[in-house]
Nanobody, 132 residues
Framework: QGQVAETGGGLVQAGGVLKLSCTAS????????MGWFRQAPGKSLEGVAC????????TYARSVKGRFSISRDNAKDTVYLHLMSSEPEDTAMYYC?????????????????????????WGHGTQVTVSA
């Protein structure tokens, strides 16, 4: 049974940097489009960023474009989310999502608007808190 697990959350001051990691196990990582979602208390789920199986395509939510960076290392079965120039509005639980898409670039704005049940794997989340 495959799974994905997030690490790296924590407390950071506004303007600070944080790196989140999501490591997969029990699945062929290179066959998956990977992405990050977040949900703040009382708010709806928001797609943050996604990356295609080959790293050839990335997509970002408008709220984080230019401040966050997504990357992946298929040799380590890991996808990363670098939070730079963080803002208090970035405070949320961050989730990793995986969609089976072998050699197909599915990463897009519509991908970021999907819901949890649309994905093959979904992590337990890691909390990010940005203080003012």
């Amino acid at each position: 049974q495959g799974q994905v697990a997030e690490t790296g959350g924590g407390l950071v001051q506004a303007g600070g940097v944080l790196k989140l990691s999501c490591t997969a196990s029990g699945l062929t990582f290179g066959d998956y489009t990977m992405g990050w979602f977040r949900q703040a208390p009382g708010k709806s789920l928001e797609g943050v960023a996604c990356i295609s199986w080959s790293s050839g395509r990335t997509t970002y939510a408008r709220s984080v474009k230019g401040r966050f960076s997504i990357s992946r290392d298929n040799a380590k079965d890991t996808v990363y989310l670098h939070l730079m120039s963080s803002e208090p509005e970035d405070t949320a639980m961050y989730y990793c999502a995986a969609e089976l898409s072998p050699q197909v670039d599915t990463c897009s704005m519509s991908w970021l608007h999907r819901q949890r049940g649309d994905f093959d794997y979904w992590g337990h989340g890691t909390q990010v808190t940005v203080s003012a």
